[in-house]
């Protein structure tokens, strides 16, 4: 069975959060930082200094080369801080194809330009004639929550439903299905499709928003895992 290929751009501990939850799914994953120290001694302690008592799987990869982080990647995960989305979008657009499936797990809008973070990482793609597929992903979820596999609940948007449904497949539903949170309970709580609305300081009428509901289990191939 071929693995989904995930880069995690940023090792912050929701970014690493997530790369664990799919890494333990059975996802290949690889990290990459802009400090190749945090980077080493994440590899050679399987954990993250500020989420204390998870462990990291073994099987995770590590690069500080953000070339090789892009490369063939099913999904691109944006999990650096807000203030560095923009830098990192425009240090990574050379390397990322068109039709790239992006999710973002940033939050926040751009102080001088008030663009939303999927915004600005398709802005630096443009810059580079680059498409791509962004999806953001938000709470009210914590990163210590995924960590330790407890209930939660997360909220995923993209602009195109063709976005989103996909990404919502491969990165949350292929993992939090197959985690302790949903297995353990009798009735699951459902996840929220909603197209993505666009807002700035400037009035705009909203996009209409297309909801869907999908139960959290695990898809065919995880549950014969």
Known sequence: MTKTKIGVLGAGTWGTA??????RNGCDVTMWSALPDELKAMSVTHAHPNLPGMELPATMHYTADIAEACAGRDVLLFAVPSPFVRATAKKAAPHIPDGQLIVDVAKGVEDKTLMTMSEIIEDELAKAGRKARVVALSGPTHAEE?????PTAIVAASATATALLPALVQLILASLAKSSSCLERPSAMPTTFTRHRRYSGEARNPSPTVEAETPCQAPPTLQSR
């Open 146 to 150: 995924v960590a330790r596999d407890m």
């Open 18 to 23: 997530l790369a664990r939850m799919l890494a």
